[in-house]
């Protein structure tokens, strides 16, 4: 008899101990939310919840890196924008020094304003993003433009990862946006304001007509520079939306794996409650049947 109660005993115990350990785990995945908090509880679960994690973190990379090459194109965008408004005034101001008709005193008063509208692209190409030349390449320490309009960067462009094995460039160099010397954007406005201060009339009226097309062509390339940088923006936007679907996939899949149900946790709180409230009426009542067997 006491062989049979003590195997009874130690059947009880253990089911207490189960029972406990069951209970201290479900209690920790309600308090924490989370199916696994160590190892032991799911070790296939961990690794894979390990690896979308790991996933997750690229994504997340990835769209920063998107962020800041959208910031460059987009501060790089507005310059060429106020380029074009620029260059627009000054076609308009060749324009009417190409007529003939103006006094020198006319002519000279185009001619400042020529000078401040090419110190403005000249400043513009000269900008600076976060402390680093927009326009000179690689080379973003050195100032773009010198003061003779040569171009002072290099050809490269910078690129930066948006996806695995997927890079965008976030730059382009200046001197295929403004082209270099006499005759970049800022030599050509040049030329046109020394033909508007010579006193000959003709002289500044062919200096007017030649800049006329050197500006439309201007204006044109920076048409084409704008355009290459809204497909850049467009292509960084699509690029997001995948990297988006993607993130929000893992994140599913992750926290099906990781994320505690909280109705079924409390469920099963109660059912082991229950368990561990009938195994202790039932340890009683065969403890003290067996005390009594042993006093009779």
């Known amino acids: 008899m006491r062989i049979t109660s003590f195997t009874i005993f130690n059947q009880i115990t253990r089911s207490l101990s189960d029972n406990l350990r069951n209970m201290a785990r479900l209690s920790n995945m309600l308090a924490s939310g989370k199916k696994i908090n160590n190892p032991s509880d799911d070790v296939s679960g961990m690794t894979k ?53 103006l006094s020198y005193l006319d002519r000279v008063a185009i001619a400042k304003e020529i000078a401040e509208l090419r110190d403005e692209i000249q400043s513009l ?39 695995r094995n997927a890079t965008i460039a976030i730059n382009i160099p200046g001197d295929t946006v403004f082209g270099s010397g006499a005759t970049s954007i800022m030599g050509s406005l040049n030329s046109l304001y020394n033909a508007l201060m010579d006193p000959d009339p003709l002289v500044a009226q062919a200096g007017a007509q030649t800049a006329i097309t050197d500006i439309d062509n201007a204006i044109d390339q920076i048409a084409n520079a704008r355009a290459d940088i809204g497909a850049r923006q467009n292509h960084l936007d699509n690029s997001r939306s995948n990297l988006e679907s993607r993130d929000t996939t893992l994140k599913t899949f992750l926290s099906e794996i990781e994320d505690t149900d909280i109705a079924d946790t409390v469920t099963e709180i109660s059912k082991t409650e229950l368990a561990l409230q009938s195994l202790r009426q039932s340890g009683a009542k065969i403890l003290s049947q067996s005390l009594l067997d042993f006093l009779q």
């Open 49 to 101: 919840g390990m690896d979308y994690k790991v996933s997750i973190s690229e994504i997340e990379q990835y769209k920063r890196n998107i962020d800041e090459a959208n910031a460059h194109l987009s501060f790089a965008e507005t310059n060429m924008s106020s380029v074009t408004n620029s260059l627009t005034r000054a076609r308009e101001l060749a324009v009417q020094a190409s007529t003939g008709s």
């Open 125 to 163: 190409a000269n900008t600076k993003f976060r402390n680093r030349y927009t326009f000179s390449g690689f080379m973003t320490d050195t100032q773009s433009f010198d003061a003779g309009f040569n171009y002072q960067g290099d050809s490269g462009e910078i690129n930066v990862l948006i996806d």
